[in-house]
């Protein structure tokens, strides 16, 4: 028999999908009544999604740890225990920064994508309601870890009007790792503004 290990990820409204995995022992014989213990690590990518943001649980993430046992002439066992992760410094920073501007935390899920710079075929969007006094709907922010920076996806629902088109807009930053302690609040907060300005049917 032979054992290995991956990542499943789940949200409310869709299928689970495979983060990652890899093989984590070969072929061994297991004799009546031995007990074995295989120990083992298992890198995750870094655009895994997160479990944990802060203060909050994410509930309509989800992710697991399936363990797959191949047993000769025998069918596969598997199981599948839950796992938490925690967000990345970026995504505590910046999204701590969005609450300390007037945002509120609303909820966090899984969406497929081909946002250019996703690698797993879907993203992790972070929802909030906009500060008090910005024209939006909703805030989403998607983040794109690469290895010494993330980028930053801010999605504003703006609201319409009279001669006003309303819809999604997209701005996208990108944060070093090494710069977590600039003033985010304020480059947020331009951000935002932008998000809202008022825009004609044309443009």
Same mark, same amino acid.
Not at 26 to 44: D, K, Q, S, Y
Not at 117 to 123: D, S
């Given at each position: ?6 990542? %499943? =990820? ?5 299928? *689970? /999908?495979?983060?990652?995995?890899? $093989? !984590?022992? #070969? ?71 969005? %609450? =300390? ?5 609303? *909820? /966090?899920?899984?969406?497929?994508? $081909? !946002?250019? #710079? ?71 907060? %331009? ?6 300005? *008022? ?5």
């Amino acid at each position: 028999m032979s054992e290995r290990s991956g990542v %499943e =990820g789940s949200s409310s409204g869709r299928g *689970r /999908s495979r983060v990652g995995g890899q $093989r !984590v022992h #070969g072929p061994f014989t297991l004799h009546p009544g031995e007990r074995r213990t295989l120990p083992f690590a298992i890198g995750l990518p870094l655009q895994t999604p997160f479990t944990v943001l802060g203060p909050h649980e994410l509930p309509k993430v989800q992710l697991g740890l399936r363990t797959e046992l191949e047993i000769a002439r025998s069918t596969d066992k598997t199981d599948l225990d839950p796992i938490r992760v925690g967000a990345p410094p970026v995504a505590d920073r910046i999204c701590g920064a969005l %609450e =300390g501007i007037g945002c509120r935390f609303l *909820r /966090s899920d899984l969406e497929a994508t $081909r !946002v250019p #710079g996703a690698e797993l075929g879907f993203v992790q969007e972070v929802e909030f309601a906009p500060p008090h006094g910005v024209n939006l709907s909703e805030v989403e922010v998607v983040f794109l870890a690469g290895p010494h920076s993330t980028d930053v996806l801010l999605v504003g629902d703006r609201r319409g009007g009279l001669l006003d088109a309303g819809g999604d807009t997209t701005r996208r930053l990108t944060v070093a790792h090494d710069a977590l302690d600039r003033h985010w609040e304020s480059t947020l907060t %331009e951000h935002l503004q932008e998000l809202a300005r *008022r825009r004609g049917l044309f443009g």
